[in-house]
Nanobody, 126 residues
């Protein structure tokens, strides 16, 4: 089992940057594929980015590709989401998720993940 805690959210002007972090408990973090999701008010949760346990395979939603970068440091049990050129439509609660497994792939659906953090609010003002 793994517990996830996000940090790094906040209020920022359009065009700015933020880096979200997701710290995981446990000694087997490198066995977990990780994902970042977001949910805006009145909207369904959507996948933003995902990364395989090795960090080699990544996925980005079309809406964030070229602006966001997902990475992980398995020595620090942490996954990151670097968000650049932020837009007001990026405003949402961002959550990280973990999936245990040996397959080195990135998982895209929220149903693919068993463990979730509480989320961190990101608000982008125009």
């Amino acid at each position: 089992q793994v517990q996830l805690v996000e940090s790094g959210g906040g209020l920022i002007q359009a065009g700015g940057s933020l880096r979200l972090s997701c710290a995981a408990s446990g000694r087997t973090f490198s066995s977990y594929a990780m994902g970042w999701f977001r949910q805006a008010p009145g909207k369904e949760r959507e996948s933003v980015a995902a990364i395989s346990w090795s960090g080699v395979i990544t996925y980005y939603a079309a809406s964030v590709k070229g602006r966001f970068t997902i990475s992980r440091d398995n020595t620090k049990n942490t996954v990151y989401l670097q968000m650049n050129s932020l837009k007001p439509e990026d405003t949402a609660v961002y959550s990280c998720a973990a999936r245990y497994g040996y397959s080195d792939r990135a998982w895209l659906g929220s149903d693919d993940y068993a463990y979730w953090g509480q989320g961190t609010q990101v608000t982008v003002s125009s």
